[in-house]
């Protein structure tokens, strides 16, 4: 199993961007895939994007694509999401989350989950 420390959210003013850091303990953390979701005030939570482990392979939510990006390091146990052109409806807690199995991760379901950071987008 790996623990998740999600960092880097904050207040930003709209067009602006953060960078949102995860940083993994484990020493099997390269063999996670992992992702982010956010749960806005009022809604329910959300797959965000994700990244295999090898970092070949990422996908996005529509409403993120071409904004956010999602990387990593997996000699620094950490999975990196950039956002940019930020919009207040990107207000939210984004959750870092991981799992062995994409499918499992990608149903909102993964074994391990981030305490969370807020996202503030001020308009």
């Known amino acids: 199993q790996v623990q998740l420390v999600e960092s880097g959210g904050g207040l930003v003013q709209v067009g602006g961007s953060l960078r949102l850091s995860c940083a993994a303990s484990?020493?099997?953390?390269?063999?996670?895939?992992v992702g982010w979701f956010r749960q806005g005030p009022g809604k329910d939570r959300e797959f965000v994007a994700d990244i295999v482990w090898s970092g070949r392979l990422t996908s996005y939510a529509d409403s993120v694509k071409g904004r956010f990006t999602i990387s990593r390091d997996n000699a620094k146990n950490t999975v990196y999401l950039q956002m940019n052109s930020l919009k207040p409806e990107d207000t939210a807690v984004y959750y870092c989350?991981?799992?062995?199995?994409?499918?499992?991760?990608?149903?909102?379901?993964?074994?391990?989950w981030g305490q969370g950071t807020q996202v503030t987008v001020s308009s």
């Open positions: 484990g020493r099997t953390f390269s063999s996670y895939d």
């Open positions: 989350a991981a799992d062995g199995d994409r499918r499992t991760l990608l149903s909102g379901t993964p074994g391990q």
